[in-house]
């Protein structure tokens, strides 16, 4: 299967600030990449789905200038959280898939964000 | 809208029992349905994967079923060990989107 990275792998960081997280998939090409936020004890919710050089849809009640998401090349997708706070805290995990929605999808190790 | 419902949330077994996790679905056309294991703090590591068109899959001690027509999968973990604690997630893809609906998952404790 696919080795998808994501950096960091936790952050810690104040009210207020920005914060970005960094999905890769280091040996597939990932035509489509998935954002999902995950609270503790909860399933996985996704939040947007981008594809390589388009804007990122995003799922409903999700906000688009808060969670900024970029798929500038085949094997990177950054998430920005804007301006954030505590209650953004959560985990965030990415995935990535390589062709039609039939094709499995990889996961990324996740990201824990803390926000003071 | 696609709703999926794992019962039970948590389970616990003493090693060498055999497990059995459920996983039920409400709209019966999908792509396919995806088990997934998670560790605590961790990202998802994919167990099986099962096309519309299968009715099971199986790798090593896992075996997993498909029952389309009434929305229903099964996961399987014959003689279950210490390191199969962890949390089991299916997920479906629906023929409306791409995108994987996730269950709430089964938090397995396997006692040694």
């Known amino acids: 299967g696919a080795v998808v990275s994501q950096h960091p792998s936790w952050v810690i960081c104040k009210s207020g600030t920005s914060v970005k997280i960094e999905c890769r998939s280091l040996d597939f090409q990932a035509t489509t990449m998935f954002w999902y936020r995950q609270f503790p004890k909860q399933s996985l919710m996704l939040m947007a789905t981008s594809n390589e050089g388009s804007k990122a849809t995003y799922e409903q009640g999700v906000e688009k200038d808060k969670f900024l998401i970029n798929h500038a090349s085949l094997t990177l997708s950054t998430l920005t959280v804007t301006s954030a706070h505590p209650e953004d805290s959560s985990f965030y995990i990415c995935?990535?898939?390589?062709?039609?929605?039939?094709?499995?999808?990889?996961f990324g190790p996740g990201t824990r964000l803390t926000v003071l | 809208k696609q709703e999926v419902t794992q019962i039970p949330a948590a389970l616990s077994v003493p090693e060498g029992e055999n497990l059995v996790l459920n996983c039920s679905f409400t709209d019966s056309a999908i792509y396919n349905l995806q088990w997934f294991r998670q560790d605590p703090g961790k990202g998802l590591t994919s167990l099986l994967l099962i096309q519309s068109s299968q009715r099971e899959q199986t790798s090593g001690r896992l075996n997993a079923s498909l029952d389309k027509s009434s929305g229903r999968s099964t996961l399987y973990i014959a003689a279950s060990q210490p390191g199969d604690s962890a949390t089991y997630l299916c997920?479906?893809?629906?023929?409306?989107?791409?995108?994987?609906?996730f269950g709430g998952g089964t938090r397995v404790l396997v006692k040694p």
């Open positions: 997920a479906v893809i629906g023929a409306a989107g791409n995108k994987l609906t």
């Open positions: 995935s990535v898939r390589s062709g039609s929605s039939t094709d499995t999808q990889y």
